[in-house]
């Protein structure tokens, strides 16, 4: 159900790796984690969306089976990054001064190469090679599809989980996630929200672990043996939920904080044709983010299918959207 999100992030990272090492162990980290971090902090801003699509809380034995694409959305500021503020060692831009500022793609990003700057070594004749910053996928969303699942307790307690155990999806590598939840109903502790049937109140918390592991190839300018991304990710979130449910319409809107942490993992040993040493399990890049998060939705409900949407807004937006059965 996470396939399309681990190819994407597999895919765009493969070309950039290569490019990197020419300008050697230290320089591929910094410009790697430059390139890679909107990505890097989408991921986990996605596994922390779509795990409600009402403040309700399942009745002692209902549940639901609900189908969801998270969407995060990256801003314009992070399509782009300032390599020549990157202060990177023994290599300069070409035709910039120290204080310019000079943009290049991320991998959200997208740019003509003939405006792409050309990042050269500060001495001839070396070990360094002269290269091109690469472009951007041209894709500023990743999309994240999720499979979750939810049953009431008793103490009007809800449990939720999301289980992808680790499958194998050909070139897009292995991928698995698992993911907890838990969601306790407020409405009996406020009288006035007692009241009112329609009116819902409760609490959530959640948190999902998303791994994969992907092949990256070589080329003749970087010969590669055993590569692999790693991708590894944690997210958690906690929110209060309000909402109003109507026979056939549910409104729902969630505040609260959440964090991510994901580390991508460049494993193997890399050979770069110009340098005489070789790179050995070169680096791990974290990305981590923290904050409040706010969003608001509907459900229509049609017998026992559901069709919901909702909005968070962030740093990174992220759109929900699903289908689901749903028997309370």
């Known amino acids: 159900m996470v396939v399309a999100g681990s190819m994407s992030l597999a895919t765009v990272a493969q070309e950039p790796l290569r490019d990197f090492f020419q300008a050697g162990e230290a320089n591929a980290e910094i410009l ?16 922390n969306a779509g795990w409600y699509n009402s403040a309700k809380v399942h009745a002692l034995g209902g549940f639901d089976i609900t189908f969801s694409v998270m969407n995060s959305v990256a801003p314009s500021s992070a399509q782009t990054f300032d390599v020549n503020a990157l202060e990177l060692n023994n290599f300069r831009v070409q035709g910039a001064a120290n204080e310019d500022v000079v943009l290049t793609p991320t991998v959200a990003g997208e740019m003509e190469q003939s405006l792409r700057p050309e990042l050269q070594p500060n ?16 894709n500023d969303k990743l999309p994240l599809p999720m499979l979750q699942a939810a049953v009431g307790l008793p103490f009007h307690t809800e449990v939720m989980a999301r289980v992808v155990p680790k499958i194998k999806f050909g070139d897009a590598g292995e991928v698995s996630v698992l993911g907890f939840g ?23 918390a959640g948190y999902t672990s998303f791994n994969s592991t992907t092949d990256i190839p070589g080329t003749q300018q970087v010969e590669v043996t055993n590569g692999e991304l790693d991708i590894s990710s944690g997210a958690f979130t906690s ?37 005489p040493e070789t790179f050995t399990d070169p680096f791990t890049l974290s990305y981590k983010t923290t904050g409040i998060d706010f969003n608001a939705g509907v459900r229509l409900r049609l017998g026992f299918l559901a069709l919901h949407a909702d909005y968070t807004v962030g740093d990174y937006s992220v759109l929900t959207a699903g289908v689901g059965i749903n028997i309370r």
């Open 32 to 47: 790697t984690k430059a390139y890679l971090k909107p990505y890097g902090e989408m991921l986990g801003t996605s596994l």
């Open 123 to 138: 001495t001839t004749g070396g070990e360094y090679a002269a290269f091109t910053m690469p472009d951007g996928s041209g």
């Open 182 to 204: 838990l969601k306790h109903s407020l409405k009996d502790y406020i009288p006035f929200v007692k009241r009112v049937p329609f009116l819902q109140l409760s609490l959530l």
């Open 239 to 275: 929110r209060v939920l309000v909402g109003a449910n109507f026979p056939v319409i549910a409104l729902y809107t969630g505040v609260g904080y959440g964090s991510t942490n994901s580390d991508f993992s460049v494993n193997g040993q890399y050979d770069v044709a110009s340098f």
